[in-house]
Each structure stands twice: as C-alpha cells, then as structure tokens.
C-alpha cells in the first residue's frame, strides 16, 4: 500500500505537469499565430520599407544562427521550466518593443534579440523535455493528440484575431495584446 501511495502521488503530480505545460504552450502557439504572420505587416504598416523589413529578417536568422550553440548549453543545464521562462519572457519583451515600432526604429532593432530568443529557446525543449515528460509515464498518445488538436485550432483562430485586432485597433494593439498575453504565461 505505500508503494501505491507514492505512485498515485507522482502519477498526480506528472498529469498536473502535463496540464500547466498543455496550457503554457498553447497560450504561447496563440500569440505567436496572432503576431509573427503579421510582423511584417506591421513594420510596413508603421513606414518601414521592404528592404529595412528585408534586412531585419537577415539580422534575426543570423542571430539565430550564431547563438545554437549558446541555447543548446543553457537548455542542457537549466531544463525545460528556466528555458520555457527565459522564452516567453523573451516573446512578451519583443511583441513589447514591436508595438513600439512606430514611435522609432530603435524599437525595432532592441525586438531583434528577445524575438530570436523567444523562438531558440523555445524549439528545443518543446521536442526534447516534453519527450523526457512522456517517458516518465504521462500518456503519449492522448497528449501528443491534444496538443496537435490544439495547435491546428490555434493556428486557425489566432491569425484572424490578430488579424482582426489590427484592423480594428491598429497594428500596435495587436502586439500589445500579445505581450499581455505573454504576461499571463509566464504566470503558470
């Protein structure tokens, strides 16, 4: 009976895990559907060109590409919770600073590093610690299952309501929105 007793207790604890992740990265496909199709929009839309929009993308990929190896150490030594943290306080700070975009271009260049970050710190540990999750005995399949139903809704809705909030509210409410949503996130 104590066996049981400290099984039922971790069992709890895992699907308790399992249910804040769910959540956590479901807020966090929301805001990036409702923002990164429109990012380039909105740079246009504040007055910047297709080159500068260009040149903003190159800048992002290289950062990306430089900092693989960075990212891969800290998601090695820190975990999945430090990782998923620095993320989506990364994702919240750029959709932050590109709201700003239209007040000045320093806005725009300070968005570079937080916006690449939230993405490679991301990736990582969403493939490898939700793995990690599933082998300590959460159950695959109707996870895997709920997150792709998720994602495939989300990726649906939050581009029209990002969309949406544009059109009505400006491209600056949108990203301001998705910061606030990000705020949120990062509470659970």
Known sequence: MHIHHHSYHYATFLNTIKGK???????????????????PVYLYSF?????????????????GFLSYRFVARFVASHGLYHSLFL????????????????????????????????????????HIDIARLFSAGISMKKTTSTLNTL????????PMLGGLLAASYGAGASLFCAFLIMLFAISL
């Open 151 to 158: 994602s495939m809704f989300i990726s649906a809705i939050a």
């Open 87 to 126: 993320s989506y306080l990364a994702l919240a700070l750029a959709s932050g600073l590109l709201s700003l975009a239209g007040q000045s271009v320093i806005f725009v260049f300070a968005a570079l590093l937080p916006l690449m970050a939230s993405e490679k710190f991301f990736w990582p540990i969403r």
């Open 21 to 39: 992740l769910v959540a956590s990265l479901s807020i966090r496909d929301f805001v990036s559907g409702m923002t990164n199709v429109f990012v």
């Open 47 to 63: 007055g910047y060109s297709v080159m500068f929009i260009s040149t903003f993308y190159l800048v992002y990929f290289c950062l």
